[in-house]
């Protein structure tokens, strides 16, 4: 007779987590995501959604997939490859195309699904992933699925980008192939990478460049672009560019734009898109719908930058420290854990939902609120999140 337990440690794990504060506490958001929502009863401002551009709420967007189950149904029926193939997620992936300015674009369940099918693909045994040290959790379970040698190099940090790249192109037997990856605008600082600087030394060292652009899509660039045109840079520099419907596009999934080339490799090879069912009509048209809202009405990027910058700067005229912000992922450092865990509450009871980040997310003395700013903010909210701010910095002792 075994005396094991075969699953007590679901349990002793789960409690470990409690034990330590580490556990996900979920939040019951009742209604849409928008400005001022209710969160487990509680009317509160939102300062902690990726709906940068309220496009989730957006009438046409709506519209778009009440529209499509009605002309084509719930579900797909099967995966791209051999019946959910429709007219609706073709059309979806040539407009998104077009407002990349790219040759070809191919779109994935999510973006978690993008990155864990497609990173792998592009490089194997024989060959080397480079990685930004920051990088999202789906970049690093994709790397993970390779069999890629791999390295990394310090945030946002060419000068330590360079000899990698220099020792990898060095290595012996060569490798076939070099793959640079890096998350556009990261998640915890708000900050960009330097992506110019890493595409030029990527491509003197004959390496391709993978930007996840998740955070910088309906943000950065002309139109909420992106960083590719953030920055200004040709498609040859940078051969694949990854991003999300489930951020400013405010509906679900990922994708990959770059040449056909890629496009025609990056389906017949990942496993996630050729073996997991297509999106449900409703989400390819609401995506395709919030691509032209993005083209049509060029105020909401505009009034996201102009109430990231009147937060920002309002919350570093309180005192507070934003870090290395510079889009509306804006972080009010904390310091300890426990402090940021105390904001946040005293926040919550005052009416605004901004969630803490702390180690493991972030070094044990960086814990944060991590807030995102809206386009549909009004200045009425902005001052009230300001003064709640202010209130509890005051009251904690930490402005
Ligand atoms: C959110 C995010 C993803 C995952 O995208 P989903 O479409 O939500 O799965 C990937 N990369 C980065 C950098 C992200 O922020």
Known sequence: MATRDPVGFLRSEYEQLVNNELDWKLRELEGPSTPRCVVDGKRVLMLCSNNYLSLSNHPKVKQAAIDAVKTH????????????NMDIH?????????????????????????????????????????????NHGSIIDGVRLSKADRAVYKHCDPADLKPVLEKAEEHSPAYRRM???????????????????????AHAHGAM?????????????????????????????????????????????????????????????????????SHPPAVAAACTA??????????????LWENTNYFRKGIRDLGFDTGKSETPIIPVMMGETSAAKRFSSRLFEM???ALPIVFPMVAKDKARIRTIMNAALTRGDIDEALSAFEKIGEELRLI
């Open 179 to 201: 793959l640079v990856i890096t998350d556009g605008v990261f998640s915890m600082d708000g900050d960009v990478a330097p992506l110019k600087d890493i595409a030029d030394l």
């Open 73 to 84: 149904g719930a579900g797909s029926g099967s995966v791209r490859p051999i019946a959910g």
């Open 351 to 353: 009416g605004v939902f």
């Open 209 to 277: 460049i993978y930007v996840d652009d998740a955070h910088g899509e309906g943000v950065l660039g002309a139109g909420g672009r992106g960083i590719v045109h953030h920055f200004g840079l040709k498609r040859d520099r940078v051969q694949v560019e990854m991003g999300t419907f489930s951020k400013a596009f405010g509906v679900v999934g990922g994708h990959v734009s770059g040449s056909r080339d890629l496009v025609n490799f990056a389906y017949n090879k990942s496993r996630t898109w050729l073996l997991s069912g």
């Open 90 to 134: 073709m059309n979806l992936e040539r407009r998104l195309a077009m407002f990349k300015g790219a040759e070809a674009s191919l779109v994935y369940q999510t973006g978690f699904a993008a990155n864990a099918g497609l990173i792998p693909q592009l490089a194997d045994a024989g060959d080397i992933i480079i990685s930004d040290e920051l």
């Open 290 to 303: 919030a691509i032209d809202v993005l083209e049509t009405e060029p105020q909401h990027v505009r009034n």
